[in-house]
């Protein structure tokens, strides 16, 4: 299949025997740069996609066609597996099926399904959880969603900051019964957390929005981290830089003394302009 080998190198960073960072992705540009400077891996946030597709928050608004079409995008810019953020799947365990099988096809290394309760229900204003019996039919319907058997399928929860790292831990445990690939947790805070969480359970664990406290790589990896995310600092920078750059031209600025843009070899490579040129001279047959 096409996007095999990306799936394989994700589930090789899986089995390895240290931890990653992934890079920060979220359109053709930025895959293409986090390709070039080495990342191993990119993640597809659901922020970061909420962000560059509607331009809204992350309060679930973001669909699963537009999820899987920007990602569809990354996949013929890079190859550079990614990791997607497919929130709870967009709906009950059918939807789980049918999110995994329009982000396999669009090229995805692999993606998590969560059991955050969302949208987020009338009435409250915490954040809730489903049942873990509900969350345990997402881990299944998304394993029955896959027809490359090489899709890495993440269980995700974010009971450690909502409810308790015990009830973190039964949960994780119960989707690692379903035979998931992975176990991703949100809102793990001390080490003290993650050693009771990596010694209650068996499979690859993610880390997505650690603290400052698990940041030593070594330790991480003792405690079975494969990933463990950065945040998604990229796509605030360049929001920064477009900022800058818009609010100095209409304040008058001329174009040639704007300062910060991309030198025009830095554009050319992104843009892959070599092999464009390549292509053009073979198959238009430009006039010399």
């Given at each position: ?26 359109d ?49 810019a ?38 955050t ?6 009435g ?56 998931v ?54 796509i ?14 209409r ?36 006039k010399?």
């Open positions: 299949m096409a996007f095999r080998s990306r799936r394989e190198k994700l589930r090789s960073i899986l089995s390895g025997g240290t931890c990653v960072h992934p890079g920060s992705v979220y053709a540009i930025s895959i293409r740069i986090a390709e070039d400077l080495g990342f191993p891996l990119g993640m597809f946030g659901g922020s970061v996609a909420s962000l560059a597709v509607l331009g809204d928050p992350d309060v679930t608004l973001i669909t699963l066609t537009e999820l899987a079409e920007q990602m569809r995008r990354m996949s013929r890079s190859a550079l597996p990614v990791l997607v953020d497919a929130d709870h799947g967009y709906g009950n365990a059918l939807n789980v099926r049918r999110t995994v099988q329009e982000l396999e096809t669009a090229g995805a290394a692999g993606l998590t399904i969560e059991d309760l969302l949208p987020a229900a009338f409250e204003t915490k954040t809730q959880l489903i049942s873990v019996e509900e969350g345990i039919g997402k881990m299944k319907a998304a394993l029955g969603g896959r027809s490359d058997p090489s899709l890495v399928i993440m269980g995700r929860t974010g009971a450690a900051a909502i409810t308790s790292i015990d009830d973190a831990i039964r949960r994780a445990k119960a989707y690692e019964a379903t035979g690939d992975a176990l991703f947790f949100t809102g793990i805070k001390s080490r003290a957390e993650l050693e009771a969480v990596a010694s209650a359970t068996r499979l690859p664990i993610v880390l997505g929005g650690a603290s400052e406290e698990l940041n030593a790589l070594h330790h991480l990896t003792s405690q079975r981290v494969r990933i463990a995310l950065q945040g998604h600092a990229p605030a920078a360049a929001t920064q830089a477009v900022y800058e750059t818009q609010k100095a031209l304040e008058g600025m001329a174009p040639k003394s704007l300062e910060g843009l991309a030198s025009s070899e830095l554009m050319a490579r992104v843009m892959r302009e070599s092999d464009v040129k390549t292509r053009s001279a073979d198959l238009l047959g430009p010399k």
